[in-house]
C-alpha cells in the first residue's frame, strides 16, 4: 500500500537551503549523488565551521590560559567565547559547569573515573539500561570491578522502549546513579527522561544522560531536565572530531576529584604534592582541543540560527516519512517503534546480510551504517548479528528517502535468489 498520507513537502522548512553550506554533500560516489545517512556515527560540516578552524590556525593559534601576548589573549578568549555558546545552547546556569572533553566517551569515563571512584563503593549499584551505547557501558563495568559494585539495567520492551514497571523494581536503596541515553542510537527511542528524573530524584540518585544522539537534535534545557550530568560529541552536531562536552551540576564539580593530572589543572606544585585549579580548569589537564572547541562554537551557532525546535520537527516528518515508506518494503523487520521516537532507523532486510545490503546502497551512492553500532548487547537481546542503519539529520531531503526506498527494492530483486 503506497502511503498518500504523509505530505512529501515540509510547509515549514527547506533542507535545500542549508544543503548549499555543506560542501560534502555535492560528492559523487560511484558516479551517483552522495545520500549522507550516517548522521547517527557522525554528521558533515558546513562551511562556517571548516572556515573557523582553517581561521583558528591562520589567525589566532596559540596556547590558551598561560600566554601573554596577543595571540595567546585572541585563542582564550575564543575558547572562553566557545563554552559560554555551549552553556546557553543546553542553558547550564554558568559555562563553569562546561568542561571540554574529546567527547561523550571521554565525559562518561571523567564522570565514572573523578565522581564515581569517590562515591561508588562495594555493593553500590548503578541502574544502566540494555539499550547503552557501549561507552555508557564499559567505564561503569570497569568501575565496578574496581569497587565491587553492581550494575542492574532497565530492560527494554519488544518496541524498544523502557520497561517502567521493571525499572521500578530495581531501583532501591542501593542505587547510586542512574546513567542512560536519552535518544537510543539503534532504535531511535526518545526516552522519557523527564520521567525517569522524578522517579530519581525522589529518592536522592543522581543522574547521567548520554546526550550523543540528542543533542544534536532536540532543544535542551538542562535546568528543566534537572539532569546531574549531561555527556555530549561535538562531531554528531556539525562540529569537528575530538571535541565533546560534560556538563555537571555545580556541586558534583566541587566534590569531584581530579581525572587527568597535567598542566592547566594545577594551582600550586611542589615534587610531593600539588593544589588543583579552578573549576572548569581543574577537568581539563592539557592543552585542549582549542581550534574544535571554537570550531564547536561555530556549529551551536549554527544550529542556534536555524533553531532546534524546527530541526526537531523536520526531523520528525523525515522520519515519519521514512518509516510509512519502509512498511511497504518485502520482507523488512524495523527494530523499534516507540511513541516517542528520532531520526535513526535499524532494520534488516529478509536474509540480506547487513554488510552485504550496505555495500550494495554504497554502490548507489547511499551512505548508511552496518553492524552492531556498538550496542552489542541489543543485538544480543533481538537474537541478530547486526542492523543496517539510515539516520537523518536536517540537510536529508524527502526525495533523498524516495531513492533510498527505491534502491532498497533494487536490493530485495537482486538478493533474492
Ligand atoms: N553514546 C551514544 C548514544 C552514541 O550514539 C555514541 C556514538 C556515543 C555515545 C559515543 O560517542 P563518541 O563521540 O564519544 O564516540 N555513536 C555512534 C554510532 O551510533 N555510530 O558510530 C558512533
Redesign the pocket.
Given at each position: 500500500m503506497e502511503t498518500m498520507n504523509v505530505q512529501k513537502k515540509s510547509l515549514e522548512f527547506d533542507p535545500n537551503l542549508y544543503r548549499q553550506d555543506f560542501p560534502i554533500l555535492n560528492t559523487i560516489v560511484h558516479g551517483k549523488p552522495l545520500v549522507y545517512f550516517?548522521n547517527?556515527?557522525?554528521t558533515q560540516k558546513p562551511r562556517m565551521v571548516i572556515e573557523q578552524i582553517v581561521d583558528y590556525y591562520q589567525g589566532m593559534n596559540a596556547n590558551v590560559h598561560r600566554a601573554i601576548h596577543y595571540l595567546g589573549e585572541k585563542a582564550t578568549v575564543a575558547f572562553e567565547e566557545a563554552r559560554k555558546k555551549v552553556a546557553k545552547f543546553i542553558n547550564a546556569p554558568s559555562a563553569r559547569q562546561i568542561v571540554f572533553t574529546?567527547?561523550?566517551?571521554?565525559?562518561?569515563n571523567l564522570v565514572a573515573t573523578a565522581w564515581g571512584e569517590k562515591f561508588i563503593g562495594q555493593d553500590d549499584e548503578i541502574i544502566l539500561t540494555e539499550m547503552?551505547?557501549?561507552?555508557?557501558l564499559i567505564p561503569w563495568q570497569l568501575l565496578a570491578q574496581k569497587v565491587g559494585a553492581k550494575l542492574r539495567f532497565i530492560p527494554f520492551t519488544p518496541n524498544g522502549a523502557l520497561d517502567f514497571e521493571a525499572f521500578e523494581k530495581i531501583l532501591n536503596n542501593k542505587t547510586r546513579l542512574i546513567s542512560l541515553?536519552?535518544?537510543?542510537?539503534?532504535f531511535g527511542t526518545i526516552n522519557p527522561i523527564k520521567r525517569i528524573v522524578r522517579m530519581a530524584k525522589d529518592r536522592g540518585i543522581p543522574v547521567l544522560l548520554?546526550?550523543?544522539?540528542?543533542v544534536p537534535h532536540l532543544p535542551t534545557d538542562v535546568q528543566q531536565l534537572d539532569c546531574d550530568f549531561l555527556?555530549?560529541?561535538?562531531?554528531?552536531m556539525l562540529g569537528p572530531?575530538g571535541i565533546?562536552v560534560l556538563y555537571a551540576k555545580m556541586h558534583h564539580w566541587e566534590n569531584m576529584n581530579p581525572y587527568q593530572g597535567g598542566g592547566e589543572m594545577i594551582q600550586s606544585v611542589w615534587l610531593d604534592r600539588a593544589t588543583w585549579n579552578e573549576i572548569p580548569y581543574k577537568f581539563e589537564a592539557g592543552t585542549p582541543n582549542i581550534a574544535g572547541a571554537i570550531a564547536l562554537g561555530a556549529a551551536i551557532d549554527y544550529l542556534s540560527k536555524i533553531g532546534m525546535e524546527k530541526i526537531t520537527l523536520f526531523e520528525q516528518e523525515l522520519t515519519t516519512y521514512a518509516l510509512n515508506k519502509l512498511a511497504d518494503l518485502k520482507g523488512i523487520v524495523i527494530y523499534g517503534n516507540a511513541a516517542e521516537r528520532g531520526g535513526?532507523i535499524s532494520f534488516n532486510l529478509g536474509d540480506v546480510h547487513p554488510h552485504d545490503l550496505s555495500h550494495f546502497l554504497d554502490q548507489q551512492g547511499i551512505a548508511v551504517?552496518a553492524?552492531h553500532?556498538?550496542?552489542q548487547p541489543i543485538m544480543r537481546k533481538l537474537d541478530i548479528a547486526a542492523t543496517t542503519?539510515a539516520?537523518f539529520y536536517f540537510y536529508n531531503t524527502f526525495e533523498e528517502i524516495d531513492y533510498f526506498v527505491e534502491q532498497l527494492k533494487e536490493a530485495i530483486e537482486f538478493f533474492t535468489p
Open positions: 550516517d547517527a556515527a557522525t574529546r567527547g561523550t566517551t571521554e565525559a562518561i547503552e551505547h557501549h561507552s555508557n541515553t536519552y535518544m537510543s542510537n539503534v548520554d546526550g550523543a544522539q540528542s555527556a555530549f560529541s561535538g562531531h554528531k572530531t565533546g535513526v551504517r553492524g553500532h556498538c550496542a542503519r539516520s
